[in-house]
Every structure is written in structure tokens, then in C-alpha cells.
């Protein structure tokens, strides 16, 4: 099979999807999962009355453990098909990928398997948070 071929294939395998659509699906469930967020905020500070970085940071939390949860329990996915990269960039995306690679190596065991797997897919995401929020913390305590 030569590459004309192949690209052939391509086409009349995978559907071509609408950019715009996709977009506004983002946009919008991107949105509901801020809106989301803010009332975790608002919930936490109304009960354990913590001040806003503490209940921003019980916010990042439960929504880290319940897209692990959604993940392991097979419903993360099917609801990602639908809202698109609008839960991929919170931190409910962070967990997807975490509890995935765990997922997906656990018949190895938990050293060699989840252990060594767990961050493979979201060690850039933490490498390069670090590493920008280092940068930019240098930045701002130039300026201050």
C-alpha cells in the first residue's frame, strides 16, 4: 500500500469532524465546568469556613478525585466524546490521564505497573507547571 493509498483510506475510515461545532461544544462545557468549580468554592467556604485559597484548593482536590472516579468507572470517556476539550484542560483532564495510565497497567502490578505508569502521560503537565510557575514567580518577584 502506497501513501496515496493509504490516505484514501484515512478518508473513508475516519469522519471529517466540524471545527466550528467543536469549538462551541468546548466553549461551553468548558464554561459549565467553571461554573461548576465556582459553586464547589462557594460550597466549601459556606461549610468548612476556609478562606478562598483553601477552598480553592478543596475545589481542585474533589474535582481531581471525582474525574478519577468517573474515569475508573468507564463514565469520563463517554462523557468527554460529548463535551470535547471543554473537560480536557481542568483539572478533571489531569485526572483522566493519571487514573487512565494507572488503569492501564495495573495487570503489571502496582510497582511496575501503576507506579512506574502513572505519570506518563500527565509528567509534562507537571513538569512544565513547575517549571513556568518557577519562571513566572521570578518574574514577579523582579517586579514586586
Excluded: H, W
Excluded at 13 to 38: A, D, H, P, W, Y
Excluded at 56 to 65: N, S
Aim: charged residues 15%; glycine residues 12%; neutral net charge.
Amino acid at each position: 500500500m502506497n501513501n496515496k493509498e493509504y490516505d484514501e483510506l484515512i478518508k473513508q475510515t475516519i469522519k471529517e469532524e466540524n471545527v466550528s461545532r467543536n469549538m462551541l461544544i468546548s466553549f461551553i462545557s468548558g464554561g459549565f465546568m467553571g461554573v461548576i468549580g465556582q459553586l464547589f468554592v462557594e460550597v466549601f467556604m459556606e461549610i468548612t469556613n476556609c478562606s478562598l485559597s483553601d477552598a480553592y484548593l478543596f475545589t481542585f482536590m474533589a474535582l481531581i478525585v471525582i474525574g478519577s472516579i468517573l474515569t475508573g468507572l468507564g463514565v469520563f470517556d463517554k462523557v468527554l466524546s460529548v463535551c470535547k476539550c471543554g473537560l480536557i484542560v481542568p483539572s478533571t483532564g489531569f485526572a483522566n490521564t493519571m487514573t487512565s495510565s494507572a488503569m492501564d497497567s495495573k495487570s503489571e502490578g502496582f510497582v511496575k505497573g501503576v507506579g512506574a505508569t502513572i505519570f506518563k502521560l500527565t509528567g509534562s503537565i507537571i513538569l512544565y507547571g513547575v517549571l513556568f510557575g518557577v519562571i513566572f514567580g521570578f518574574i514577579r518577584s523582579m517586579i514586586l
